[in-house]
């Protein structure tokens, strides 16, 4: 499966932004899905999981709502009030089965090409 990640761009702080990542293979069992974003001179980290639950990271919590459509081949981040430090590089990533470690890069053996979402007035 390859995932294609896409709804990056350039807003203001309180805008809202909607990323997608569809999986090309729709017949692919990826049952847990993630967003990790990494900003400049930063290491990879976890936004938001899905599987039979939601998971999300205490920053993001309250502001962001990740979700999938009911083929389950694209998942959503819809990001509410955003702020200059939500600025970083999107990816999405998934793995056939679910684990405990979902807030882990490592994890996950499928990746998105990362989208840029800047946050600044």
């Known amino acids: 499966v390859q995932l294609q990640a896409s709804g990056g761009g350039l807003v203001h702080p309180g805008d809202s932004l909607r990323l997608s990542c569809a999986a090309s293979d729709r017949a692919s069992n990826t049952s847990l899905r993630a967003w990790f974003r990494q900003a400049p001179g930063q290491e990879r980290e976890f936004v938001a999981a899905?599987?039979?639950?939601?998971y999300y990271a205490r920053s993001v919590y309250g502001r962001f709502t990740i979700s999938r459509d009911n083929a389950k081949t694209t998942v959503y981040l819809q990001m509410r009030r955003l702020k200059p430090e939500d600025t970083a590089v999107y990816y999405c990533?998934?793995?056939?089965?679910?684990?405990?470690?979902?807030?882990?890069?490592?994890?996950?053996?499928?990746w998105g090409q990362g989208t840029l979402v800047t946050v600044s007035s």
């Open positions: 990533a998934a793995r056939q089965v679910y684990v405990t470690n979902y807030y882990s890069a490592g994890a996950y053996n499928v």
């Open positions: 899905i599987s039979s639950n939601t």
